[in-house]
């Protein structure tokens, strides 16, 4: 059972533009988010971070957005560079455990 | 600072071999994962160690086991391989555990035939 889901296998944008990247849960326990950025042939790179308490967390070109209510969470990249392609993966945690549960990744281009 | 190494970064078992893949992060971090990655499913967690001389569950624990042997190492054991088993194995690092690994090594991508 997927508790937490990327509906969106792969997203091509362009060069410049806003790139949005949509994940969901299912688990209302969940109380601390993160995305990582995947390259080929390589581990996953931490991107950016969100606990419950806040709604928005923005570091450089990247934002992450979480809709509580709504089991939903974003990421932002603004403006994309050919670089951010990748497959981008959000995570997330149960406020009383260790474990975090991935979702099946979002493959971003950027056309240049 | 190589932050988190793997060793092997390939490796192909026939059913029933048994195999250790090693971990080692440079970063002094306490706690340590070990995750599989497989087509079209997320990365899932297998084992952790929270500190040194701990390790837990994580959600596909069966067929594994691993080893904390200090700080710096955390390795993860397949007794008997089955093909099911095929997959990228990741490891990672974090400070504490509220990190789930930030940092990931390589990745090493074994093949059961």
């Known amino acids: 059972d997927q508790q937490v889901k990327q509906n969106s296998p792969s997203l091509s944008v362009q060069e410049g533009r806003i790139s949005i990247l949509n994940c969901d849960y299912t688990n209302s326990m969940f109380d601390y988010f993160l995305w990582y950025k995947k390259y080929p042939a390589e581990g996953p790179t931490f991107l950016i971070s969100?606990?419950?308490?806040?709604d928005k967390n923005e570091d450089g070109r990247f934002t992450v957005f979480l809709n509580k209510s709504a089991k939903h969470l974003s990421l932002h990249i603004v403006p994309s560079q050919p670089g951010d392609s990748a497959v981008y993966f959000c995570a997330a945690r149960r406020e009383t455990g260790n474990q975090f549960y991935f979702g099946t990744g979002t493959s971003l281009t950027v056309i240049p | 600072n190589a932050g988190v190494t793997q060793t092997p970064k390939f490796q192909v078992l026939k059913t029933g071999q048994s195999m250790t893949l090693q971990c080692a992060q440079d970063m002094n971090h306490n706690s340590m994962y070990w995750y599989r990655q497989d087509p079209g499913m997320g990365l899932r967690l297998i084992y952790y160690s929270a500190s040194e001389g701990t390790t837990d569950k994580g959600e596909v624990p069966n067929g594994y086991n691993v080893s904390r042997l200090n700080k710096r190492e955390f390795s993860l054991r397949l007794e008997s391989a089955a093909p099911s088993q095929t997959s990228v194995y990741f490891c990672?690092?974090?400070?504490?555990?509220?990190?789930?690994?930030?940092?990931f090594g390589p990745g090493t991508r074994l093949t059961v035939l």
């Open positions: 969100i606990s419950s308490i806040k």
């Open positions: 990672a690092s974090s400070e504490g555990t509220s990190g789930g690994g930030r940092f």
